[in-house]
C-alpha cells in the first residue's frame, strides 16, 4: 500500500503563509485600501484565473499578469506585474511552515510508502518539500504541471499509482479539500481520506474524515483491520 498526501493546507500550512504574504503586499501597492478590502479582491482574481492555468490554457505568467491588473492597477506592464508577484512569492516562501501534527505522523508512517499528488507548479511545490525538510519522505512526488491533469481529475492519481507501481485500490490519499482530493481520489479508485482541519464535516460528507493527521495512523488501520 501506498499513502499519497496533498500539500497546500494539508502539510504546508498555505492559508496562513498566503495571508502574510498579503499583509506585505498590501502594505506595497495599497496601502489606502482598507486590508480585507484588497485582500479580498487579490484571492478572487486567483480563484478566476489560477484554474486556467491548472488546465493548460494559459501560461502561468498569464496568470500572473492577470491577477495582478485585476487587483492591484490595470495599467502595470508585464514587467510591473512580474515584479509585484516576485516580491508576494518571496514573502510567501518566507512563510511556509509545517502543520504540527505533520511530522508526528510522518514518523509513525516511517515504515510505509508515502508519495505526494499536488495541483500548482512542479519547481514550487517541490521547493516547498524542500525548505520544509519533508522532500526525503516521499518516494514520489507528482505535481499537476508535471502530467497536465490537474486534481480532481482522476488521470492524475492514476499517474501517480502506475509510478509506484500499486492500482488504485492499493492507494490511500489525504487530502484537506472534499471534493479535489476526497471525492477526486475516490473516483479515480483510491481510497480517500479527508482532512478536515477546518472541523466543516456534515452528515453529507461521506467518510473517512479525520480532524487532524494525529488520526491518521488509526483511520489507516481502522481501514485494513
Not at 502595470?76 to 518571496?90: N, Q
Not at 516521499?138 to 501517480?160: M, N, Q, W, Y
Request: hydrophobic share 40%.
Amino acid at each position: 500500500m501506498v499513502i499519497f498526501f496533498d500539500i497546500d493546507n494539508t502539510l504546508i500550512d498555505h492559508s496562513t503563509a498566503i495571508r502574510a504574504a498579503t499583509v506585505l503586499l498590501h502594505r506595497r501597492v495599497s496601502p489606502s485600501t482598507a486590508f480585507e478590502a484588497f485582500a479580498t479582491a487579490w484571492d478572487q482574481a486567483h480563484r478566476r484565473h489560477y484554474p486556467r492555468f491548472l488546465s493548460g490554457d494559459v501560461s502561468y505568467e498569464t496568470v500572473v499578469r492577470a491577477r495582478v491588473r485585476e487587483a492591484i492597477n490595470a495599467d502595470f506592464s508585464d514587467e510591473e506585474s512580474a515584479e509585484v508577484f516576485r516580491d508576494y512569492l518571496a514573502d510567501y516562501a518566507a512563510a511556509w511552515s509545517l502543520f504540527p501534527d505533520v511530522l508526528p505522523c510522518l514518523d509513525r508512517l516511517r515504515v510505509r510508502r508515502l508519495g505526494v499528488i499536488s495541483n500548482g507548479r512542479s519547481d514550487e511545490q517541490r521547493q516547498k518539500l524542500a525548505a520544509t525538510q519533508l522532500a526525503d519522505r516521499f518516494e514520489h512526488v507528482l505535481v499537476s504541471e508535471d502530467c497536465g491533469h490537474a486534481k480532481p481529475s482522476a488521470t492524475i492519481f492514476r499517474l501517480a499509482c502506475e509510478a509506484v507501481r500499486l492500482s488504485p485500490l492499493q492507494a490511500v490519499y489525504v487530502g484537506d479539500d472534499y471534493e479535489l482530493d476526497a471525492c477526486g481520489a475516490r473516483d479515480a479508485g483510491l481510497r480517500g481520506i479527508w482532512l478536515d482541519r477546518r472541523g466543516l464535516a456534515s452528515q453529507d460528507h461521506r467518510g473517512p474524515i479525520i480532524g487532524s493527521l494525529n488520526d491518521l495512523p488509526h483511520a489507516l488501520e481502522s481501514s485494513t483491520a
